[in-house]
């Protein structure tokens, strides 16, 4: 069985660019979840989409959005790259109804931003 | 400061010796869970106790929790090389609040185990 898969792994963009970054869940998992990592620091949440909604959101400005699809495949977009928004984009799944149970994480992708 | 506080931040040990890792939490859980990380890489689950647990274990791996002092170990046992990576502890709160869905890590512990 195929886990979290996303991509691209890796990314380079300058500021003020718009970025796309996409997951893919493990089969039968409705919820996907989106954590950004940056250097030395521990996992920040940004957003969690369940059955097409979103479900709750972290601490993060408007330019960070994202969605998901009926085949439960989510997108983040953030807009107007910033210098600080340099991290690894880790995406996670977890099965219907377990919002705050055991996550399946995808290896991320990792964006810097110049 | 962030929940979820892991300490010590670096733990340097010798193979087949323990390691003893710390977490503490400021509000109620429904569950605190420990995650692997390799190279900053994805994570990888390890083991979930929920609120009304003290211990459990899963082969070299062993959590308490006690939720009066709020806080958490991970006890891994005869280390290996293998076992070098970042750990995380990350609280789950409970259903039906605005931080439903959200897990808050901590910073992490940094393992290494020399062989």
């Known amino acids: 069985e195929a886990g979290v898969t996303q991509s691209p792994t890796h990314l380079i963009k300058t500021r003020g660019q718009q970025v796309t970054l996409r997951c893919s869940p493990i089969?039968?998992?409705?919820?996907v979840y989106w954590y950004q990592q940056a250097l030395g620091l521990g996992l920040q949440f940004l957003l969690w989409?369940?059955?097409?909604?979103?479900?709750n959101r972290g601490n993060f400005p408007p330019r960070f959005s994202g969605r998901q699809f009926p085949n439960y495949s989510s997108e983040l977009n953030v807009n107007a790259l910033e210098l600080e928004d340099s991290a690894l984009y880790l995406c996670?799944?977890?099965?219907?109804?377990?919002?705050?149970?055991?996550?399946?994480f995808g290896s991320g992708t990792q964006l810097s931003v110049l | 400061s962030q929940q979820g506080e892991e300490d010590p931040q670096a733990l340097s040990i010798q193979e087949g010796e323990n390691a003893t890792m710390n977490c503490s939490y400021k509000?109620?859980?429904?569950?605190l869970q420990w995650y692997r990380q390799n190279s900053g890489r994805g994570l990888v689950h390890l083991i979930l106790?929920?609120?009304?647990?003290r211990e459990k274990h899963s082969g070299r791996l062993r959590v308490t929790l006690d939720t009066s002092k709020k806080s958490s170990s991970l006890l891994i046992t005869a280390s290996r090389a293998a076992d070098t990576a970042s750990y995380f502890c990350?609280?789950?709160?409970?259903?039906?609040?605005?931080?439903?869905?959200?897990?808050?890590f901590g910073q992490g512990t940094i393992l290494t185990v020399h062989p």
């Open positions: 996670a799944s977890s099965p219907p109804a377990r919002g705050s149970e055991k996550l399946f």
């Open positions: 089969s039968g998992h409705t919820s």
């Open positions: 989409y369940d059955e097409g909604e979103e479900r």
């Open positions: 509000t109620s859980i429904n569950n």
């Open positions: 106790i929920r609120s009304n647990e």
């Open positions: 990350a609280r789950a709160p409970n259903a039906g609040g605005t931080s439903y869905g959200k897990l808050t």
